[in-house]
């Protein structure tokens, strides 16, 4: 399957005003040009203009391969958001154009990707010759462009490898692409379209926060929502995503199952909330094509980080791996979100390893469980760190967060998507019992994350996404915050499992015992350190 890179961006010189949009299609494997679009679109403003040179490229990439796997970058923090589905789309003039960007290709072979502005040098200098055009009465024109001559060759593209959001290998990846480039950054083109200055309280025109979020450019901020960037009513979405789902499993020997020990495996990403929606197609303008080229690497699919990555922290985490000093975490990453995660205390079904997933009788703790958790709130309460608590919704891990809670001072928020697995007519069954009553679907479910136990239960593909959804909200939700996720095992192990990026099968190689203790550091470059597992000292 062929890979292309669409680079795409749009300027107003008003915001709004005289407006242009500039596309160009590459190939991932060899970087070579394949195809640019670009068009004056009379007076619009930014947003739209980046929407218009997105869709225009999307579908000169659907021209040349229709059965392609596409990665789009773009410097427009706002469109890459909302095409992820992270944020929702609320202006008029914006949702059509959305809507018919996620038809294009089906979306589970698009991804996107913020990139600073400096690398979007191609694109932008497409943007200017069709503002330029229309500005002289004229078309742009194809045969007339020096875009391409006037840009640096673009490099080829080492698209992520798959993986749930925020998954290390995903991280990985980006961290062998910013060593690959820190040694020196495209040269800077010509001015680029122009933008509507900052808002005020924000940094200056151009320049980089601590995140590396370049600002000034659609007035876009680091809070995980966006400031109304459109004139008039129907402002763009400011709200992240829904919360998500979750569920629970059980210690059995050579195989996933019942209440204490379970398996999982690396989902597909959140569905996309703008995608799916169809609009009549705009005619594509301006393409021009170039000779064919051959295959290149695998593309990531959906598994993306939480946000766009921007390249310079990316540069800085490649520099502190390449040149360690105290640890793997940068200094100037700040600090990271740390995941604190709590198995509940034991509950009845527990001691017989019987399935207790999120669809079954929903026990409460026993007494011992109620003991484990008041001694892990009293190990908590000695370290003094965590800052918030959140629970999944069911029965054992609510009462487990409460008392551990009451003794740390805090409030429980709950996490839908922290709860265990429903293993439909498991629930409640010995891993024995469940290969006496049901041989031929659990050699199924072993085989396969995406096999459901007997009854309609959930997989274990999709408790990945869900639990992977819920970490990127909570991850957004407590930046820089020491969190308690008072949880099930198949939840654990999975963070754990994607932190490491750990293939499927080393679920089965985890011992987690009730009331234990793990944790997860995230970082603001997308990846992971893994600084505790399976903790029991505290029940001695």
């Known amino acids: 399957m062929r890979e292309f890179v669409v680079e795409a961006d749009g300027g107003s010189r008003g915001n709004p005003g005289p407006a242009g949009y500039g596309a160009v299609v590459s190939d991932a494997a060899t970087g070579e040009t394949l195809a640019e679009a670009a068009e004056y679109i009379g007076v619009a403003t930014n947003n739209v203009a980046e929407y218009r040179g997105l869709l225009a490229g999307l579908r000169a990439a659907r021209e040349l391969d229709p059965d392609a796997r596409v990665r789009v970058r773009m410097d427009s923090k706002l469109v890459v958001e909302q095409m992820s589905g992270r944020w929702k789309i609320k202006h008029p003039a914006m949702k059509p154009l959305a809507a018919q960007a996620a038809t294009v290709f089906p979306p589970d072979r698009v991804t996107y990707e913020w990139i600073p502005r400096e690398r979007n040098t191609h694109a932008d200098r497409l943007a200017n010759e069709a503002m330029d055009a229309g500005r002289r009465g004229e078309s742009w024109s ?8 006037d840009t640096p060759p673009t490099a080829p593209v080492a698209l992520a490898p798959e993986g749930t959001p925020g998954d290390a290998t995903a991280g990985a990846a980006r961290v062998r692409e910013a060593l690959a480039s820190a040694g020196g950054a495209a040269a800077p083109g010509e001015p680029g379209p122009e933008r509507r200055p900052a808002a005020e309280g924000t940094a200056a025109a151009g320049a980089a926060d601590p995140a590396g979020t370049v600002r000034g450019r659609s007035t876009e901020d680091a809070s995980g929502e966006e400031p109304d960037t459109e004139p008039g009513p129907g402002a763009d979405d400011t709200e992240p995503g829904p919360r998500a789902d979750d569920t629970e499993a ?73 040149t360690p000093s105290s640890g793997w975490a940068p200094a100037d990453m700040g600090t990271p979100a740390t995941f604190v995660l709590l198995r509940h205390g034991e509950t009845p079904l527990t001691p017989q390893k019987r399935f207790s997933g999120s669809g079954g009788s929903d026990p409460s703790l026993s007494d011992i469980g109620r003991e484990q958790a008041g001694k892990v709130a009293a190990a908590l309460a000695r370290r003094g760190t965590v800052q918030a608590v959140v629970a999944s919704p069911l029965a054992r891990t609510r009462e487990t967060a409460r ?33 006496e009553r049901y041989p031929e679907d659990l050699d199924a479910w072993l085989a396969s994350p995406d096999a459901e136990p007997t009854g309609g239960g959930e997989s274990f593909a999709a408790t990945a996404a869900r639990v992977a959804e819920a970490r990127d909200r909570l991850l957004a939700e407590y930046r820089g915050r020491t969190v308690l996720l008072v949880t099930h095992v198949t939840p654990v192990k999975m963070m754990i499992r994607l932190a490491l990026g750990a293939p499927p099968e080393a679920l089965f190689r985890m011992e987690l015992s009730a009331a234990s203790l793990s ?20 029940l001695r």
């Not at 194809?142 to 001559?149: F, G, H, V, Y």
């Not at 699919?301 to 922290?313: E, L, W």
């Open 142 to 149: 194809p045969a007339e462009s020096r875009a391409d001559l």
């Open 250 to 322: 059980a210690d059995v020997q050579g195989g996933r199952g019942a209440e204490g020990d379970s398996g999982g495996a690396g989902g597909p990403a959140p569905t996309d909330r703008v995608r799916g929606r169809r609009a009549g197609e705009l005619p594509a303008t301006g393409v021009r094509a170039a000779g064919a080229s051959g295959e290149g690497p695998a593309d990531g699919g959906p598994g993306r980080p939480a946000g766009p990555a921007p390249a310079d922290a990316d540069r800085r985490a490649a520099q502190a791996v390449a």
């Open 403 to 435: 008392i551990v809670a009451a003794r740390l001072g805090l409030d429980v928020a709950v996490e839908d998507g922290l709860r265990e697995t429903d293993f439909g007519a498991w629930e409640g069954l010995t891993f024995g019992e469940v290969r």
């Open 519 to 538: 944790a997860v550091a995230y970082y603001a470059d997308g990846n992971a350190s893994v600084r505790l597992f399976n903790d029991t000292s505290h």
